[in-house]
Each structure stands twice: as C-alpha cells, then as structure tokens.
C-alpha cells in the first residue's frame, strides 16, 4: 500500500507508451485501492509475473536481453516481483552487452505492451548506439506494443511470432478525477497555490480546459516524435505510420506493412542470428560482412588521415584492440569526449566500463523528473565519422593494415 501514490503518479496526468488493455489492466489493480470501480479486463492480462534475469550469452556469442511486462523509466525495486522491466537496468544491460568482448550479437526477445513514455527515447537511441558496433535484433514473442516497439524499431532486424503483434504507436494519457467519490464521502479539499499552473491535474477537483490543452499538447508532441522515429528506422512515410491508427498489426500483416522484417519464432530468430554471425556473406570486392546487420566496417577514409595525433600517439601506446574497445565504450554510454582522456590514463576497458556505469548511476540521481519535458528526445545524435578519438583509431587501423 505505501507504492499506491508513487504508482499512481506514474499512471496519472503522464502521457504513457502503453496499449490501452494494458492500461485497463492496471486501472483494473488501482481501481479498488483508491476506491474507484475497476475496469472489466482480459485475465491474461492480470498475471504478469516474469521476473528479471541477467542477460545469457550462447555459445556463438548471441547475448538474449529479456524486455518483458510494463517498461518503467525505474523500478524502485519493485520489478523483480511485479513483472516489470526498468529502461535504467535494460540500458545498463546493453550497454554492457555492446562492450562485452565475449558478445558478437544482441537478441532482444520482446513480450511487452509498452509503459512509461519517460525514459524510452534515451534506451532506444542507446540501441541504436549499440547497433553501429554489433548486431542488434528484435524477436517479439509475443507483444511489442507502444514504447515496446519503439525499442524493436531501433533495431537492425524485427522478427515476429504468427500470432504476435507490433505497433500500437500512440500516445495516451488520463486524468483521475475522484472529485464526486470524496463528496460522497464527506471529504472536500481546499488547495492554496501560487503559479496559475501549479494546480494543474488536481485529482480532486475537474481537470481545467487550460490543464486539459497542456497535456494533449505534450501528447501530441510525443506522438510525433514517435510516428517520426518509428518512420525513420524502418524507412516508412510519416503518413504510412499514422495511417496505423495505433493499432496493432499481426504477425504476417506486420511485414506486409514493414513494421517486422520477417515471421518466426524466438528460437528461429536466434538460429538465423547465430547463422549470420558464424556464416558471413561476400560482397562483390571480397569485403566480408554479416548478414546480421549487413554491416561492413568501414576503411580508413582520407579524412582518417587528419586527425589529432595525439590520440594516435596514445591509441598506439595502450593498443590498437583496447583503444578501440575504450572508443565503443564512450560511445555507446553517450560520452565520446571521455575516450581520449580514459586512453591517456592508460585504463583498461574493464576500468573504463565501471567509470561510465558510475557516471550512468550519478546522472541518473541528479535528474529531475518532469512529467512535461519540453526538450525530451531532441538531442542532436553524436556523428562518430567526426569524432576525433574514433579517427585516431581508425588511422591506427589503417596503419597495421598496411604493415
């Protein structure tokens, strides 16, 4: 009982990623407890108890993330008995897999109806991160609805089970107000507020037409934002996207409409995964290249040729492989400007992992939770080719390979 207003904050007055039976699901839990009627839902829908486990690594070096039940920006310790997943410890979890020398792949197997808006933009970009340096796919078995396909999208390969679903790209949110429960009830509540909207979303009083414009403006706001990530990652028109509705598109019809790549199960979308990484294709000159994410990495370029000598001199000295390792650290954690001072200091990957994780956990305290966030998702994307570090080091390895 003592969660009951913490959750109810993350379901009140917040524009939620989630499919709206989901959504009824856990009005239906609520409900009661804040002496509300609950809503007639689906009994599946109700038992969702899958807890947490650390990634597993096949043999082929495939690294399978679980991305199940509610997504929620953090958990608060609640996930691993409630069903569900943090994007804080799934980005930890790929970001980890991204850098793990004993990975070659990354398979997320997704069953999620979506959740919290907050905080799934920073993970799927992470993904995407995450998907310059190795394989990532997505099998969904069964669900990858809302925020949980905006996390698919951003992967390289989406597979999806016969009867599973995709979509459900929408935005929603709601406003609880208990005003006539508490005059039933003998309760009436006085609000003294400075800033005309400070009083917004008041659960005891009618929501306002003021309060009722701001939060369908950040609806709208984040709903294009994922019409156009979810256009752009799978090469589809802003329009075609839209035209879905957010509904959910089934197994064959989602490749039809190019929202999934391909029909199967987890363990076909494993095999194949595996089959890629351990059997790669030619191109034309002879440049081998994974059918994984069809890949090739690229060759020095002549502007590798320009480049800050010192973090060659320094790339050189630590070696070639760890520099390199250090650079794909920095950069998937978001922090490439780190690279060149981890080098210098000549730490390994292993000490560089732990300072970017205890940079990750820091940031992660000092931020201030807004349900508005008016410059959410607008980052502009770091371009790797004009990173000086990763320049450094692709001169290196234009050097050896010349040897």
Not at 99 to 104: A, E, F, H, I, M
Not at 201 to 210: A, C, G, R, V
Not at 217 to 246: I, P, W
Not at 328 to 346: E, K, M, Y
């Amino acid at each position: 009982m003592t969660h009951l207003p913490h959750i109810a904050s993350r379901v009140f007055n917040t524009p939620l990623m989630i499919d709206s039976k989901k959504l009824a699901a856990i009005l239906a839990v609520l409900a009661p407890r804040l002496g509300l009627k609950p809503p007639a839902v689906e009994a599946a829908l109700l038992t969702e108890q899958r807890s947490r486990k650390p990634y597993a690594v096949t043999d082929a070096g495939v690294a399978v993330i679980e991305v199940s039940g509610s997504l929620v920006n953090r958990a608060s310790g609640m996930d691993a008995q409630s069903g569900l997943t943090s994007y804080e410890q799934l980005g930890n979890e790929i970001l980890d897999a991204a850098t793990d020398p004993q990975v070659r792949g990354i398979l997320l197997r997704l069953d999620s109806y979506g959740g919290e808006a907050n905080g799934a933009w920073d993970v799927a970009s992470l993904i995407e991160e995450a998907a310059r340096v190795k394989p990532v796919w997505a099998s969904v078995d069964d669900w990858a609805l809302s925020a949980g396909y905006l996390l698919a999208s951003a992967t390289d390969r989406i597979w999806v089970t016969r009867t599973g679903g995709v979509g459900s790209v929408g935005i929603i949110a709601m406003h609880l107000d208990q005003s006539g429960w508490d005059a039933a009830n003998g309760l009436r509540y006085t609000t003294i507020f400075a800033g005309d909207r400070k009083n917004d979303f008041n659960p005891h009083e009618p929501l306002s037409e003021d309060a009722r414009s701001v939060l369908a403006a950040e609806v709208d706001r984040l709903y294009g934002m994922f019409v156009d990530a979810v256009a752009r990652r799978r090469s589809l028109s802003a329009a075609a996207v839209r035209a879905t509705e957010a509904g959910v598109l089934y197994g064959a019809d989602s490749v039809a409409q190019g929202f999934a790549d391909r029909v199967g199960t987890f363990r076909e979308a494993l095999a194949a995964m595996t089959e890629s990484l351990v059997k790669p294709k030619f191109t034309k000159g002879g440049t081998p290249v994974s059918e994984a994410n069809e890949v090739i990495q690229p060759a020095a370029s002549p502007a590798a040729a320009i480049v800050d000598q010192s973090a060659v001199a320094a790339a050189r000295e630590q070696g070639y492989a760890e520099a390199a390792e250090i650079v794909v650290l920095c950069t998937i954690a978001g922090r490439p400007t780190l690279a060149s001072d981890f080098i210098s200091r000549h730490l390994s990957a292993a000490e560089v992992r732990k300072e970017l994780l205890a940079l990750r956990a820091e940031a992660d305290k000092e931020e201030i939770h807004s349900h508005i966030l008016p410059e959410a998702g607008t980052a502009p994307k770091q371009n790797l080719d004009e990173n000086p570090v990763v320049q450094a080091c692709l001169a290196l390895a234009g050097t050896k390979g010349a040897k």
